[in-house]
């Protein structure tokens, strides 16, 4: 299935990336023809035509993805009712509902713009959306070599070798796996610039007019214009603070806490109970061969047994654990830990070893370690 799916969305952004140079084509080739004119019209419907096909086909990528962020809600081992399912549930709700509003705002003081204000808006709308969508359709293009092969026995239309205006498709691939939020601020940049100016000419009553009732009904109009430009300006600001800032706190990787200190008794690795025992997460490594294999200690709750592993698992690897609040909490998929089961093989369960506890201490063989060095790369 997810087979499938990968291949119709590569199909679709290549599509994308089709109508897009057919749109911009026809938009150049109705900016030579005189206003009025039947072939003139004729272009018209042909442009407006396709960008109702390139907006559905836009629709189509990101309707799905906004569902699979709905599935996210409830992260594995947590309550189905907490504050954080709350919280992600509410951020939802709100970044579709800011989204819709903000759409209908440029719309709205879109068709109060004067013609030379939106040929400029819809320029710089559309050249953000041709530069992130071609971009898009250019790798998937790339990708597409193996279907294209096993459905239409072609061969391939774009590879990494080839370029693009003198670029090289691969280090065009690089850049479009990175700069989808930079387009996408971009996007919003664009809107508040031109809701900006847009506020700026609507300040002010331009003429002179016949009776006081025209004179009213032109600064009711001014007012109107203004509203639905603050209104733009505002949703915005909240959707590049979104896009930039929280986003850059959400994503930001989390920092492992350094390692603890222990003694080493001939052979063995000798950690105190009472330096473990407050059922917080301590995190120690041993270094072998160059390969730093870490693992991790924490107290059960109203237990006097301890979880003890690796710092790495079977699912994510050696992403590590670390402690948000009272949790243990993997770095990769967020998964919170269960404590109790924390020395049990797994699912994201920290891997288990051979250990003792004699004399309140953790007694662990450099040899059983050493096993497991293979996990841990030369470096990482």
């Not at 990968?6 to 057919?22: D, E, G, M, P, S």
């Not at 590879?159 to 796996?177: A, P």
């Not at 107290?299 to 301890?306: A, L, M, R």
């Amino acid at each position: 299935m997810i087979h499938i799916v990968t291949k119709l969305n590569r199909y679709v952004l290549a599509l994308c990336l089709f109508i897009l140079i057919l749109i911009t084509v026809s938009l150049l080739v109705s900016i030579t023809l005189k206003t009025g004119t039947r072939l003139k019209k004729i272009v018209s419907s042909i442009v407006l035509t396709l960008m109702f096909v390139e907006i559905a086909c836009m629709l189509y990528l990101i309707i799905p993805r906004l569902l699979t962020l709905s599935m996210e809600f409830i992260a594995f081992g947590e309550d189905s009712v907490s504050t954080l399912t709350l919280f992600r549930v509410s951020g939802y709700i709100l970044g579709i509902l800011t989204g819709v509003l903000l759409i209908l705002a440029v719309y709205k003081f879109l068709i109060r713009c004067s013609k030379r204000q939106y040929t400029l808006m819809f320029g710089a709308i559309f050249l953000n959306a041709f530069l992130e969508y071609g971009l898009k359709g250019i790798t998937a293009t790339v990708r597409l070599k193996e279907y294209l092969k096993k459905d239409f026995n072609m061969s391939p239309i774009l590879t990494e070798k080839s370029k693009v205006f003198g670029i090289k498709v691969f280090d065009l691939m690089i850049f479009e796996d990175k700069s989808e939020a930079y387009f996408i601020g971009i996007a919003f940049l664009i809107i508040l610039i031109g809701a900006i100016f847009f506020a700026y000419n609507n300040l002010k009553v331009k003429g002179n007019f016949e009776n006081s009732a025209s004179l009213r009904k032109e600064k009711w109009r001014l007012i109107v214009n203004r509203r639905w430009a603050y209104f733009s300006i505002f949703l915005s600001f909240i959707m590049i603070f979104s896009a930039t800032y929280l986003n850059y706190l959400i994503t930001k990787p989390v920092e492992l806490t350094a390692a603890q200190p222990y003694q080493e008794e001939g052979n063995n690795i000798v950690i105190p109970l009472s330096e473990v025992d407050d059922g917080h997460l301590h995190r120690f490594s041993y270094k072998v061969d160059g390969h730093d294999i870490r693992f991790i200690i924490v107290k059960k709750p109203n237990s006097t047994s301890y979880g003890i592993g690796l710092d790495a698992c079977q699912i994510c690897g050696i992403a590590g654990y670390y402690e948000r609040k009272n949790d243990i909490v993997c770095k990769r998929c967020d998964v919170v830990m269960n404590k109790a089961t924390i020395g049990f093989k797994g699912g994201c369960n920290p891997i288990p070893f051979e250990y003792k506890i004699e004399n309140s201490k953790i007694i662990i063989d450099k040899k059983v370690l050493e096993k497991e060095k293979e996990r841990f790369p030369i470096g990482e």
